[in-house]
């Protein structure tokens, strides 16, 4: 019987606190990195995967995600999560609300959580794992359960819904949130419940409170303002929702979270306004646990890029311009933001047709999780691969309570990896993609440095170009740290 069940040899891999490659081999066993070592060789292992000219980096964690947004669970868990492999990403955290889309009903989620868990098992080909956001006061009382007993110590609230008639489409807020009352009172009372459940579970992993920070009330005047204007319609489109109601919404949250003392998470920074505004909280709230993602098209794409081409980019918060890139990946290089996701969602083109008000939002993106970070964060922009696995897979990781499980390469820790070519350049195509989604914003881009090989739990389930397994992902009950770690006997 060999000592590994695979051995990855001859890559030059990530390794946490080295700011060097190291040129060591990783030895596997059921699932789970067994050892990192320089002198492992080939034949202790059944199977050899030579990672040669490659760097090895911990599979992405792409932590936020929206499966099931537009199209049944069951197709999206399937579909999307094998375009993450494409970009190295071997785990996902996915929203899921009731109200409009999903699964266009409301309830309560210890009845609706299980149906969620159940359309997407056996499908996907990352390991995933949800995020829920309570809409309705009964909700409430259950994050308790969610965070004790059903895996979820992450929550959503998404300031802009509040009262908010969805510009042009017949939806007003309460058909569409399906709620009582979604207002600040009840982004309160959650916080102050996830709080408690904080106090109570915490010291297992990190329960948090996710923010989309837009204000309703300045989207409302702006896009009557806009209306008036003969602009391009993804200029108009940010124009409506300027980087000013990012900028009260997250003020609007750091007084809230500050006085409930809960851990936030300010999600998909579009704007240089908005890292400013992450900056201002940070100070005057320095005892607060906030962290700050931004999303990998509001550091690749501007609307000026993407003029003439449609709405397919049309997305909330929205593409804005090369000064809010830059200010992005400043924030990015000077730890402003903790890490960097897709908010994939995949829309069809049927879904964006004509009219820039009723055209519904998102896109897919997370095939690029990696290539995008190696190749503006990387090639253009001298970030350390070090830094681009903390951004995408051990940050992540760590604030929603999966590392040391995922997010690192080191003994004990699930063997999910990239195998990267940092050469190779490709010019972005829907084809390449592997995503159901038939358009993408990104088409033409020319990006450097692709995932050859993904890794789940050992297995190569992605090869240059080919998904080469069955969807083996598993449902990631969190905090993972404790519970599966114990497990591990070496
Ligand atoms: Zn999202």
Same mark, same amino acid.
């Given at each position: 019987?060999?000592?590994?069940?695979?051995?990855?040899?001859?890559? +030059?891999? %990530?390794?946490?606190?080295?700011?060097?490659?190291?040129?060591?081999?990783?030895?596997?066993?059921? @699932?789970?990195?067994?050892?990192?070592?320089?002198?492992?060789?080939?034949?202790?292992?059944?199977?050899? %995967?030579?990672?040669? @000219?490659?760097?090895?980096?911990?599979?992405?964690?792409?932590?936020?995600?929206?499966?099931?947004?537009? +199209?049944?669970?069951?197709?999206?868990?399937?579909?999307?999560?094998?375009?993450?492999?494409? @970009?190295?990403?071997?785990?996902? *955290?996915?929203?899921?609300?009731?109200?409009?889309?999903?699964?266009?009903?409301?309830?309560?989620?210890?009845?609706?959580?299980?149906? %969620?868990?159940?359309?997407?098992? $056996?499908?996907?080909?990352?390991?995933?794992?949800?995020? *829920?956001?309570?809409?309705?006061?009964?909700?409430?009382?259950?994050?308790?359960?969610? %965070?004790?007993?059903?895996?979820?110590?992450?929550?959503?609230?998404?300031?802009?819904?509040?009262?908010?008639?969805?510009?042009?489409?017949?939806?007003?807020?309460? #058909?569409?949130?399906?709620?009582?009352?979604?207002?600040?009172?009840?982004?309160?009372?959650?916080?102050?419940?996830?709080?408690?459940?904080?106090?109570?579970?915490?010291?297992?992993?990190?329960?948090?409170?996710?923010?989309?920070?837009?204000?309703?009330?300045? *989207?409302?005047?702006? &896009?009557? +303002?806009?209306?008036?204007?003969?602009?391009?319609?993804?200029? #108009?489109?940010?124009?409506?929702?300027?980087?000013?109601s990012e900028r009260l919404s997250i003020h609007e949250a750091g007084v809230l979270a500050s006085e409930a003392r809960v851990r936030i998470n300010l999600l998909h920074l579009s704007s240089a306004d908005s890292v400013r505004a992450v900056r201002e909280i940070?100070?005057?709230?320095?005892?607060?646990? *906030?962290?700050?993602?931004?999303?990998?098209?509001?550091?690749?794409?501007?609307?000026?890029?993407?003029?003439?081409? $449609?709405?397919?980019?049309?997305?909330?918060?929205?593409?804005?311009?090369?000064?809010?890139?830059?200010?992005?990946?400043?924030?990015? #290089?000077?730890?402003? &933001?903790?890490?960097?996701?897709?908010?994939?969602?995949?829309?069809?083109?049927?879904?964006?047709?004509?009219?820039?008000?009723?055209?519904?939002?998102?896109? @897919?993106?997370?095939?690029?999780?990696?290539?995008?970070? &190696?190749?503006?964060?990387?090639?253009?922009?001298?970030?350390?691969?070090?830094?681009?696995?903390?951004?995408?897979?051990?940050?992540?990781?760590?604030?929603?309570?999966?590392?040391?499980?995922?997010?690192?390469?080191?003994?004990?820790?699930?063997?999910?990896?990239?195998?990267?070519?940092?050469?190779?350049?490709?010019?972005?195509?829907?084809?390449?993609?592997?995503?159901?989604?038939?358009?993408?914003?990104?088409?033409?881009?020319?990006?450097?440095?692709?995932?050859?090989?993904?890794?789940?739990?050992?297995?190569?389930?992605?090869?240059?170009?080919?998904?080469?397994?069955?969807?083996?992902?598993?449902?990631?009950?969190?905090?993972?740290?404790?519970?599966?770690? #114990?497990?591990?006997?070496?």
């Amino acid at each position: 019987m060999s000592r590994y069940d695979t051995v990855v040899t001859n890559g +030059r891999v %990530v390794l946490p606190g080295l700011s060097n490659l190291a040129e060591v081999a990783i030895g596997i066993r059921e @699932g789970r990195i067994a050892a990192v070592a320089e002198d492992i060789t080939a034949s202790e292992a059944d199977e050899v %995967v030579d990672a040669r @000219g490659l760097a090895v980096l911990p599979g992405g964690v792409d932590s936020h995600f929206h499966i099931g947004i537009y +199209r049944p669970i069951e197709q999206d868990a399937a579909s999307e999560t094998e375009s993450s492999l494409v @970009g190295g990403a071997t785990s996902i *955290i996915s929203y899921f609300r009731t109200g409009s889309h999903y699964l266009n009903k409301t309830g309560s989620y210890r009845e609706i959580l299980p149906e %969620v868990l159940g359309k997407a098992d $056996g499908r996907a080909h990352t390991d995933y794992g949800f995020h *829920i956001a309570p809409m309705t006061t009964a909700q409430l009382d259950e994050i308790d359960w969610m %965070v004790g007993e059903a895996g979820v110590p992450s929550f959503k609230y998404y300031m802009f819904y509040k009262g908010l008639n969805l510009a042009a489409s017949s939806t007003d807020a309460a #058909a569409y949130t399906m709620s009582d009352s979604y207002d600040l009172g009840h982004l309160f009372a959650m916080m102050e419940t996830i709080a408690e459940a904080d106090a109570k579970y915490g010291a297992r992993g990190r329960v948090s409170l996710s923010l989309h920070c837009e204000s309703a009330e300045l *989207i409302k005047l702006f &896009i009557e +303002r806009v209306k008036n204007l003969s602009l391009p319609p993804l200029e #108009a489109y940010s124009r409506a929702r300027p980087a000013l109601s990012e900028r009260l919404s997250i003020h609007e949250a750091g007084v809230l979270a500050s006085e409930a003392r809960v851990r936030i998470n300010l999600l998909h920074l579009s704007s240089a306004d908005s890292v400013r505004a992450v900056r201002e909280i940070r100070r005057l709230y320095p005892d607060l646990d *906030i962290r700050a993602e931004t999303t990998l098209h509001h550091l690749c794409l501007t609307y000026d890029m993407l003029e003439g081409q $449609g709405l397919g980019g049309k997305v909330n918060p929205p593409i804005r311009t090369r000064h809010d890139v830059d200010a992005l990946w400043d924030a990015v #290089a000077d730890g402003t &933001i903790q890490w960097i996701a897709s908010d994939h969602a995949c829309c069809l083109e049927e879904l964006k047709q004509d009219d820039l008000w009723p055209a519904q939002p998102g896109f @897919g993106g997370t095939a690029l999780l990696y290539p995008v970070l &190696i190749s503006e964060g990387y090639h253009k922009r001298g970030l350390s691969l070090e830094r681009i696995a903390q951004l995408v897979s051990s940050n992540p990781a760590s604030a929603y309570a999966l590392y040391p499980v995922k997010g690192v390469i080191a003994v004990g820790s699930d063997a999910d990896l990239a195998l990267i070519d940092l050469e190779r350049e490709q010019v972005v195509s829907r084809e390449l993609l592997h995503s159901a989604q038939d358009h993408t914003p990104f088409k033409g881009v020319s990006v450097r440095g692709w995932p050859s090989v993904s890794m789940l739990r050992g297995r190569v389930v992605y090869r240059d170009g080919e998904v080469v397994a069955a969807p083996s992902g598993a449902f990631l009950p969190r905090p993972l740290s404790g519970r599966r770690q #114990a497990a591990v006997t070496l």
